[in-house]
């Protein structure tokens, strides 16, 4: 157990739908990041938080957005889901930003039908 | 930009055996970090080794040790003893030494199949 812990385990919705993954970094780590691990297009890093400021995006689309609330959890928002944004989402934590490991939650997986 | 490269898709080895999966990555950075993360059936990602490139001494973690060459920009993993339990993919991942950022960029992995 990695001490960091993301609700729901699985999601499945249809497509044009939204939904948000939450993420609850490890007790005492300041940075959280989101990935997405498709088949197609491998692990990807999405976007980093730290202390609740944006620091870092990836491959981020429009249509999905992320906040890091003042008690450190993240959420990240997925709206008019497509099929091919059926994936699992990992969130990271970290004590500092850019020098620490990143430790890694279970996932969401996500199902767009 | 960095590049992380894992030219074996999979591999196998016996119970017991050593095996070396490889990594090689890209970069014009100087100060970075380089991690191998396993990933078991059960998806979770679990942190196996990291390398810090200014250390030259080759990082080792029980049955886990890596051999880093910085000059020709290669990272291998090395399992020796190897368990079943070792069985996932493992993936290697390159991260930027910096005060503000921290994110990861993964290779395409490397699916180990440990047979009894």
């Known amino acids: 157990d990695s001490g960091v812990t993301q609700t729901p385990k699985h999601l499945i919705t249809a497509t044009g739908q939204r939904v948000t993954l939450r993420c609850s970094p490890r007790s005492g780590d300041l940075s959280v990041y989101w990935y997405q691990q498709s088949l197609d297009q491998g692990l990807q890093f999405l976007i980093q938080y730290y202390n609740g400021e944006e620091r870092a995006k990836g491959n981020i689309l429009e249509r999905f957005s992320a906040q890091q609330f003042p008690d450190l959890h993240s959420e990240l928002n997925l709206s008019s889901l497509e099929l091919g944004d059926s994936a699992l989402y990992f969130c990271?934590?970290?004590?500092?930003?850019?020098?620490?490991?990143?430790?890694f939650g279970p996932g969401t997986r996500l199902t767009v039908l | 930009a960095q590049t992380v490269t894992q030219s074996q898709p999979e591999m196998s080895v016996q119970e017991a055996e050593t095996v070396t999966l490889s990594c090689t990555y890209d970069?014009?950075?100087?100060?970075?970090?380089l991690f191998w993360y396993k990933q078991p059936p059960s998806r979770q990602m679990i942190l196996v080794i990291r390398?810090?490139?200014?250390?030259?001494q080759n990082a080792t973690e029980n049955r886990f040790s890596v051999n880093f060459q910085k000059a020709a920009k290669s990272f291998s993993l090395k399992i020796s003893d190897s368990q079943l339990g070792d069985t996932a993919m493992y993936f290697c991942?390159?991260?930027?030494?910096?005060?503000?950022?921290?994110?990861?960029?993964f290779g395409q992995g490397t699916t180990l199949q440990v047979k009894p």
């Open positions: 991942a390159f991260m930027k030494l910096t005060s503000n950022t921290g994110k990861l960029i």
């Open positions: 990271a934590s970290s004590l500092q930003a850019g020098t620490d490991t990143q430790y």
């Open positions: 970069t014009s950075e100087n100060n970075y970090y």
């Open positions: 390398q810090e490139a200014y250390k030259q």
